[in-house]
C-alpha cells in the first residue's frame, strides 16, 4: 500500500524534511521503506565497526540501517529484513549515497 500524502507529512514532521523512499519488489507487492540520512556519529560507527574488526559486518550493517528507517515501524521492518534478506544491504548503500559517501553528483574540470 502507498503511503499517502499525509503519513509523508507526519513523517516529516517528526524526522525532518529530508527523508527517502526505497521501493522494493515483496512477495504481496511493493514494500515502501523510508529512510531519514544517517548521522554524522552514526555513519561514523558504521565505518569504524567496519574497519576496525570490533563486530561483524552483518551486524554493524544492521545497526546502521535500522536507526534510519523512520517508516514502517521497527517490527514491521524487521518482518521484511526476514523476508527480503538482502534489503539490509541496498538500504546500507542508499543511506551510503544520502551521506554523500558515493562520490559527488557531478564532477567537472574547471
Not at 509523508?8 to 524526522?15: C, F, G, P, R, V
Request: charged share 25%; aromatic share 6%; with cysteine.
Amino acid at each position: 500500500m502507498a503511503l499517502s500524502e499525509e503519513q509523508i507529512a507526519e513523517l516529516k514532521s517528526q524526522h525532518g524534511a529530508w527523508l527517502q523512499l526505497e521501493v522494493f519488489d515483496g512477495p504481496d507487492g511493493d514494500v515502501e521503506i523510508v529512510l531519514k540520512p544517517p548521522t554524522p556519529v552514526n555513519y561514523k560507527r558504521f565505518l569504524d565497526e567496519r574497519t576496525e574488526g570490533k563486530t561483524m559486518a552483518s551486524s554493524s550493517m544492521q545497526t546502521f540501517v535500522d536507526a534510519c528507517v523512520v517508516y514502517p515501524p521497527t517490527e514491521e521492518f524487521k518482518k521484511i529484513a526476514m523476508e527480503l534478506s538482502a534489503v539490509r544491504t541496498s538500504l546500507a548503500a542508499a543511506l551510503q549515497k544520502m551521506a554523500g559517501g558515493m562520490g559527488a553528483r557531478e564532477s567537472k574540470k574547471l
